[in-house]
């Protein structure tokens, strides 16, 4: 199967800096890839589609400019936490569509990246 | 919009017996229905799937899964647990082609000796 993969896999920074999550389809191209947050013992929020080559759509509550997502290249997708702060703590996971999977929407999920900002 | 509800926060059950996860989504039209497994600190593995046909789906793990439209459920079964699957089981609808998964809040299994 199509695999994804997530870098870095934990990471800790203090307040106030900037943290660069990445994401990336190992052996497929992905046009949509997709970042979701994911609070302890919580499910999966959406936080936004991440097209190849345009701007992300966020969903709404997400602040844009404080999460800035950039998708490149055909696999790879980054997600910058700017300016972190103790509530954006969280464990973050990427997926990403393959068109060529033969599945509807079927989305590979990365291992995701725990982020915890002290 | 869809929206996709688990009932159960928590479930325990011994090894050996059988489990049924449940899931109930809302949705227009025949939705697309996943089922993901999540070990602690893990990203999520897909169990199985529904986009149409037979209604009865095999996954991975020995796991199965039934949609009934007239209950708009698809829950989740395996006859006999091992300790292994403990963790957390997230159920997922999706729309269209392009649309993201809309997640259930998850339900926890615990497996007991």
């Known amino acids: 199967g199509a695999v994804v993969s997530q870098h870095p896999s934990w990471v800790i920074c203090k307040s106030g800096t900037s943290v660069k999550i990445e994401c990336r389809s190992l052996?497929?191209?992905?046009?949509?890839m997709f970042w979701y947050r994911q609070f302890p013992k919580q499910s999966l929020m959406l936080m936004a589609t991440?097209?190849?080559?345009?701007?992300?759509?966020?969903e709404q509550g997400v602040e844009k400019d404080k999460f800035l997502i950039n998708h490149a290249s055909l696999t790879l997708s980054t997600l910058t936490v700017t300016s972190a702060h103790p509530e954006d703590s969280s464990f973050y996971i990427c997926?990403?569509?393959?068109?060529?999977?033969?599945?509807?929407?079927?989305?590979?999920f990365g291992p995701g990246t725990r982020l915890t900002v002290l | 919009a869809q929206s996709v509800t688990q009932p159960d926060i928590h479930i325990t059950v011994s090894e050996g017996a059988s489990l049924e996860l449940r899931c109930n989504y809302s949705?227009?039209?025949?939705?697309?229905l996943f089922w993901y497994v999540q070990s602690p600190g893990q990203g999520l593995q897909l169990l199985l799937k529904?986009?149409?046909?037979?209604?009865l789906v095999q996954g991975i793990k020995g796991f199965e899964a039934e949609f009934k439209r007239s209950q708009s459920s698809f829950n989740l079964r395996k006859p006999s647990v091992h300790w292994s699957d403990a963790a957390e089981y997230f159920c997922?609808?999706?729309?269209?082609?392009?649309?993201?998964?809309?997640f259930g809040k998850g339900t926890r299994l615990s497996v007991i000796a």
């Open positions: 997926s990403a569509r393959d068109p060529t999977s033969g599945s509807f929407n079927e989305q590979f």
């Open positions: 052996d497929f191209q992905a046009t949509t």
């Open positions: 991440s097209n190849e080559g345009s701007k992300a759509t966020y």
């Open positions: 949705y227009g039209a025949t939705p697309y």
């Open positions: 529904y986009f149409s046909g037979d209604t």
């Open positions: 997922a609808v999706g729309a269209s082609e392009n649309t993201p998964l809309v």
